[in-house]
């Protein structure tokens, strides 16, 4: 099929036209959650905009098959190998076991997802789901002497490769910034860029999780997993990598080093990288404390798709900063822009040359690096040109399911039975008559205002909220 859409790929730092390795089809992977908190809304801004290149690529034509690891085990707080193991910190927090934390959270992130419309991938796989790979990878990896053992642990050796810093010429000290927390010295390490494959030692004398290997009882690394989940569900070429700017450094070269020192040649092609939602103090984090997530945005009254809308307004490659200012603001676009949806006549002859144009528009903002504002602009373009309403919203309802807004929520009231406002008030006023009538203890009275009522095919019934009533 033809290559419509175009993507910044970390890889080249280049817009490129992309490509699929098979005609038609595109394997697309993406880092989960690390389950052992909520997941914040910047969490949430990155699977959005995952999800729009997703369905973008859905839209154009592509058969997706879009999978998605759950980190349930050994991300630690800091995201080379040092500090403690998130999942245990969430164990301890709660005194529930890990096994219950991650299950805890994982639904809480897929609920979360739900209410922001964002699809569930096609795979979903936790990493204690897959130990067996973990260790036939890192037997691999030893045999092909790209790791090695220290101290007890299994560390990938970044030595052996002739380009460990692929996603650009920055230098290690750069690259370094986008380390979450302070990062401390590892002796056993023969290069400061080298990491751990697999605990065996473990720095935690409560660690829950422990699987047996050949290197003794341990659990995996962090970046690990990400490369097995990927490849079993994948295979060995890839097209899509997604997941935040965070992930670039160290996560995602720590993947690309071991899966390609395992397959023996390049990988994966494109690399989409969302960058992040901050707040006014900055950067929103997980370990820091109050962090807003979903929920909180609903408790604040604000419906959880505006706040999606709120990312669709602006580029997935620019930071975001929040506000309830903002969010005050998106929610009264948001009701305008529904309610005019709402109003449009759905039923009609469709015009097929303006909806082949306007959703070649639609098509060409989105294929061009997921331009989601530009998109949106163009449901505004619709809603403002001449084209019968049939067609406009025909179209709206299209590219909502890209954009996943519920755009059409309102049309479903309007194909309720308007209610007869005269009617309404005659039955009414009947009601109150009749109640005066049972107050005076005129029951002939009351009971012939029924049988009135009922004559004119209304029935009225009294219950404990008062008195009721319906057309039989
Ligand atoms: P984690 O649960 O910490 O593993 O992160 C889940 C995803 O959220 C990863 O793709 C991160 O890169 C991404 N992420 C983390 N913080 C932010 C943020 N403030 N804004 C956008 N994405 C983020
Ligand atoms: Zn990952």
């Given amino acids: 099929m033809e290559n419509k859409v175009s993507l910044f790929n970390t890889l080249t730092r280049k817009v490129e036209k992309f490509v699929p390795n098979e005609d038609g089809k595109v394997g697309m992977y993406t880092c989960g959650p690390t389950v052992y908190h909520f997941a914040h809304i910047g969490n949430l801004r990155s699977y959005i905009m995952e999800d729009v290149l997703e369905k973008t690529l859905r839209y154009v034509g592509y058969d997706v098959k879009r999978v998605m690891n759950i980190t349930d085990v050994g991300h630690l707080t800091s995201d080379a190998d040092t500090g403690e193991d998130k999942m245990l910190k969430g164990a301890k927090r709660e005194h529930k076991t890990v096994m219950e934390i991650a299950g805890f959270y994982t639904d809480a992130f897929f609920a979360d997802c739900e209410k922001l419309n964002i699809k569930r991938p096609d795979v979903v796989e936790p990493a204690t789901n897959c130990i067996p790979e973990f260790i036939n990878m890192i037997k691999a990896l030893i045999g092909k002497g790209y790791a090695y053992e220290a101290g007890g642990n299994i560390y990938f050796d970044t030595s052996k490769l002739k380009d460990y810093y692929v996603f650009s010429s920055q230098s290690e000290k750069e690259l370094m910034v986008g380390v979450r927390d302070d990062v401390e010295e590892d002796t056993n390490k023969r290069n400061k860029a080298d990491f751990v494959l697999w605990f065996t030692k473990s720095k935690f004398d409560n660690q829950e999780l422990k699987w047996d290997s050949p290197w003794g009882t341990g659990y995996p690394g962090w970046h690990i997993e990400c490369s097995c989940i990927s490849m079993k569900h994948l295979g060995e070429y890839m097209d899509i990598h997604c997941g935040g700017v965070d992930n670039i450094f160290p996560h995602h070269t720590n993947e690309i080093a071991q899966s390609e020192a395992f397959v023996g ?15 006014r103090a900055g950067k929103m984090s997980k370990s820091s404390g109050e962090f807003l997530t979903v929920s909180l ?131 009414l006023a009947k009601i109150e008559e009749r109640k005066a009538a049972k107050k005076e203890k005129d029951f002939e009275r009351a009971d012939a205002i029924r049988d009135e009522l009922l004559a004119k095919g209304i029935r009225i019934k009294d219950t404990r909220e008062g008195t009721v009533w319906e057309s039989v």
Avoid at 337 to 363: H, N, P, T, Y
Avoid at 384 to 400: G, W
Wanted: charged share 30%.
């Fill in 265 to 279: 040649h390049k990988w994966c092609n494109y690399w989409f990288h969302v960058h992040h939602l901050n707040d």
């Fill in 297 to 427: 945005l609903e408790e604040k009254g604000y419906d959880p798709l505006v706040y999606r809308l709120f990312c669709l307004q602006s580029h997935y490659r620019k930071p975001l900063e929040f506000s309830f200012e903002v969010m005050d603001n998106m929610t009264s676009a948001y009701n305008k822009l529904v309610k005019k949806i709402g109003e449009l006549d759905a039923e009609g002859e469709l015009d097929k040359d303006g909806f082949d144009s306007f959703r070649a528009r639609f098509e060409e903002a989105l294929a061009n690096d997921i331009n989601t504002s530009s998109a949106i602009t163009v449901v505004y373009d619709v809603l403002r040109s001449d084209l019968n309403d049939a067609t406009k919203f025909e179209l709206v309802k299209s590219f909502d399911y890209v954009l996943s807004l519920n755009l059409t929520r309102l049309q479903g009231e309007k194909c309720e039975p308007e209610v007869d406002k005269e009617l309404e008030a005659y039955v």
